[in-house]
């Protein structure tokens, strides 16, 4: 980790994007374009918000080289002035910067989705044939794997 104002710091790369929250999931997910996709990531799934924007943000990914559950990660995003960045910033991001993906797993908390009672949140990703996904992974229950990265905005 890097030390920031005698802050212990997370964060590992800093990107500047274009959020368009006026379209709805699957127009962002058709402008990425994916090589496959999680079928329960739809615009019923995550609803275009109501008064969405569309402007340039700074998207944070932080990576704690470790094991961490959810709430940890959350926690420590909140502790530094930081929250987690939503499904539209992941989308941006997948679109600017679309081989990203291809180095680690970015994880996305700040947009869950219920499919059958649980909680998912969508993840950049490939596959394991190099393929770029987008999916989703179930936020609660388990501790994240050390190689995942975690997007974040500015509170």
């Not at 959020?19 to 995550?46: H, K, L, Y």
């Not at 997948?94 to 908390?109: G, N």
């Not at 996904?133 to 997007?151: E, K, M, N, P, T």
Request: proline share 5%; net charge positive; aromatic share 12%.
């Amino acid at each position: 980790p890097c030390w920031v104002n005698g802050v212990k710091s997370f964060i590992t790369h800093t990107f500047t994007v274009l959020v368009d929250e006026t379209r709805s999931v699957r127009e962002a997910i058709n402008v990425g374009p994916f090589d496959c996709m999680d079928s329960g990531i739809t615009s019923n799934a995550f609803p275009t918000p109501e008064n969405g924007l569309k402007l340039e943000k700074e998207i944070f990914l932080f990576h704690f080289k470790k094991p961490m559950s959810s709430e940890a990660i959350i926690a420590e995003m909140d502790r530094v002035g930081y929250k987690p960045a939503t499904i539209w910033d992941l989308l941006g991001l997948a679109e600017k910067e679309p081989s990203l993906q291809m180095k680690f797993p970015i994880a996305a908390f700040g947009s869950v989705c219920r499919i059958d009672g649980n909680c998912q949140v969508t993840c950049l990703g490939k596959s394991r044939t190099g393929f770029r996904c987008l999916s989703l992974f179930y936020i609660a229950g388990y501790d994240w794997a050390s190689h995942f990265r975690f997007a974040a905005v500015r509170k």
